[in-house]
């Protein structure tokens, strides 16, 4: 058997802390800028806190059913106007576009 993973893609070996920020929450969520060439991770605070849904544990998505979530990343340049998001375990979403508020 294979451990689990956390939502960086590391193997857990040791059984971990499940309140550690690397496990259940949103912190491996990526986008990739195309056109820029560049990879944004998620954004901490300055206690090193993510900026991103946690205790992600809980949930249960069934086939055809959704959950929200966020992450937030540094902000893009404003010539972006689409990029790939990379959700662990979900794949690579691409051309999405991009929303400013």
């Given at each position: 058997d294979?451990?689990?993973?956390d939502s960086t893609g590391r193997e857990r070996t040791d059984g971990g802390d499940w309140w550690d920020q690397t496990v259940y929450s949103s912190n491996g969520v990526t986008i990739i800028d195309p056109k820029n060439q560049k990879?944004?991770?998620?954004?901490y605070a300055t206690n090193g806190d993510c900026l991103c849904s946690m205790a992600?544990?809980?949930v249960d998505v069934e086939p055809g059913e959704s959950?929200?979530?966020?992450t937030s990343f540094a902000p893009l340049p404003d010539d972006v106007?689409?990029?790939?998001?990379?959700?662990p375990g979900a794949g690579v979403f691409e051309q999405i576009?991009?929303?400013?508020?």
């Open positions: 294979t451990p689990p993973a990879l944004y991770k998620a954004a992600l544990n809980d959950y929200f979530f966020y106007e689409t990029v790939s998001v990379t959700v576009p991009v929303t400013r508020r």
